[in-house]
């Protein structure tokens, strides 16, 4: 009787510290999650001021800075970070900002009067360094998902997670188009 009793002491105590251990993987995820966050908006306080900056100069691609400012407000708009699905749409439309964004940049090299605009240049400076900092935050939180979900998926980790309603996370992927090789011809 015992030994059944230190037994089933001993599964408790593996099981509470394999749920610790899953909570505190969910949490670094969730965490890095609220990191790329944060410089998304960081890129989202920072956009309008771009946006203004090359309405003066570029009438011709009103329906791009439309588009832009339309995927801003998307992206600011709050999600549940604990839905996977909601998290994935949620990359996908900063993604698809980051798409337009780069479009833009490279339009403004069509622009000599704004392309050496010094309030243009300085903003276009913050920007890179907000993409920087954007994808340090993606690269910490694709390391916590790949945590979390190894953990969540392995047995006995993958009962404790059903039990306890801790799910896999997505992956912050980039887009097809970002992935597509680039012409350099097409810019020259």
């Known amino acids: 009787m015992e030994k059944l009793l230190l ?37 989202a306080d920072l956009v309008p001021n771009i946006l203004k900056i090359a309405k003066r100069f570029m009438d011709h ?48 090299e069509n622009y000599p009067e704004l392309k050496s605009d010094n309030t243009m240049l300085q903003a276009m400076q913050t920007y890179n360094e907000v993409e920087a900092h954007i994808s340090a935050a993606r690269r910490f939180y694709n390391s916590a998902v790949s945590e979390l979900n190894t953990a969540v998926e392995i047995f006995p980790g993958s009962i404790i997670a059903s039990m306890a309603n801790i799910k896999v996370m997505p992956f912050y ?5 970002a992935k597509a090789p680039v012409d350099a011809a097409e810019y020259l």
């Open 7 to 43: 037994g089933l002491t001993l599964i408790f105590i593996v099981a509470y510290l394999w749920y610790v251990s899953l909570v505190k993987k969910r949490n670094t995820a969730l965490e890095a999650l609220s990191g790329i966050d944060v410089q998304l908006a960081k890129r």
């Open 173 to 177: 992927e980039v887009s097809e188009s």
């Open 61 to 108: 691609e009103k329906s791009l800075l439309t588009e832009i400012t339309e995927l801003r407000t998307q992206l600011s708009s709050s999600y549940t970070k604990t839905d996977p699905k909601a998290v994935k749409e949620h990359l996908a439309q900063a993604e698809r900002l980051n798409d337009k964004m780069g479009t833009l940049m490279v339009n403004v």
